[in-house]
């Protein structure tokens, strides 16, 4: 998965809830200068996040599909606040991927241990 896609679904996770607080904000910079996104690219993901045309792009490789759940979940984490809709988000993206509930465990416990 392609950086900027990731970054873009993150922006999403991020505004979904019709805010981005200062915390979300940190992680998005700090994504971006880690990934190499720049600042026009950071413009037209939350240009991209804020459209009636925003969703969560499922990659079709298992390790990218991983490394998004991962991300998105620090995401919905960051704030201290999870919303409705971040979770419901989360959920379908969840579902189209297929996870079980075995793999979403397995996944949390992995993450809580870092």
């Not at 969703?55 to 490789?61: A, E, F, L």
């Not at 971040?86 to 379908?92: D, L, P, R, S, T």
């Amino acid at each position: 998965m392609q950086a900027y896609e990731l970054f873009k679904d993150l922006m999403v996770m991020a505004i979904a809830d019709g805010k981005l607080t200062e915390e979300e904000l940190r992680m998005l910079a700090g994504r971006a200068i880690r990934w190499g996104i720049s600042n026009e690219q950071f413009e037209q993901a939350m240009e991209y996040a804020l459209s009636d045309e925003a969703h969560v792009t499922i990659p079709p490789d298992p390790e990218d599909r991983t490394r998004l759940l991962e991300e998105l979940l620090r995401m919905m984490a960051v704030d201290g606040q999870l919303a409705e809709i971040e979770k419901q988000i989360f959920a379908v993206v969840a579902a189209t991927m297929k996870v079980g509930d075995r793999e979403l465990n397995e996944l949390l416990d992995r993450m809580l241990k870092d």
